[in-house]
């Protein structure tokens, strides 16, 4: 089975930089994908992570550590289009993605 | 929204009735996936397919059931709807390739009086 955890809540300032993080212990790992969940709305990609290390797309980065279970998001320069639900997903052998509980980000002014 | 739609998008319905929801997806993927979402828990699988009419039960299957007769569409039926059934209900589809992007339609609500 797989058990992911990440923050329930977070605030941020507009114009700041926040990390929000997710630990998984999984049965099995084929890679990470973090989504954007907006209040009301359906779950959207924002990246994916197979190997260690940081990907950086725009002002959001991912980054991996296989060895210690752990991933972060990184935001940088935010928004008040950037108050979402931010999802952690682990994808195992079978093709089917576990979800975290989500990270309910609020961006302050 | 990758060309996953979902219908109905909301429905109100009373304890016993039976529930069916559509998903159509027009990328031709080989992977569906039915979610709830509810607070506290996040997104739970249901049930999903990997092929035409081959499907198997996720982690919060009962009181579920699905059918793929097609490679687009994907049914999720409650037989006999509950109160405690009474969710958002999102559909999923992504391709064959381990890090292929999984879509998702844009949910139904659906509420069990």
């Known amino acids: 089975g797989q058990n992911i955890d990440q923050p329930t809540e977070m605030t941020a300032t507009e114009g700041a930089i926040v990390q929000i993080n997710c630990t998984y212990q999984t049965s099995g790992f084929n890679g990470l994908f973090w989504y954007q969940q907006h209040a009301g709305e359906a779950p959207t990609f924002l990246s994916y992570n197979v190997l260690d290390g940081l990907e950086e797309k725009g002002r959001f980065s991912s980054f991996l550590s296989r060895s210690k279970g752990y991933s972060y998001l990184l935001l940088k320069e935010l928004q008040m289009k950037d108050s979402a639900s931010y999802l952690c997903?682990?994808?195992?052998?079978?093709?089917?993605?576990?979800f975290g509980k989500g990270t309910k980000l609020s961006v302050i002014p | 929204d990758a060309g996953i739609t979902q219908s109905p998008r909301h429905k109100v319905t009373e304890t016993g009735t039976p529930v069916t929801l559509r998903c159509h997806q027009t990328e031709n993927h080989r992977y569906m996936y039915w979610y709830r979402q509810d607070p506290g828990h996040g997104l739970r699988l249901i049930h999903y397919?990997?092929?035409?009419?081959?499907?198997d039960k996720g982690e919060v299957s009962d009181g579920y059931s699905v059918s793929r007769s097609k490679t687009e569409d994907f049914l999720l039926t409650l037989e006999s709807a509950t109160s405690s059934q009474t969710s958002v209900y999102f559909c999923a589809a992504r391709g064959a390739g381990e890090s292929d992007t999984q879509y998702f339609g844009p949910g139904t609500r659906l509420t069990v009086l």
């Open positions: 397919s990997y092929g035409v009419k081959d499907t």
């Open positions: 997903a682990v994808i195992d052998g079978s093709y089917q993605l576990t």
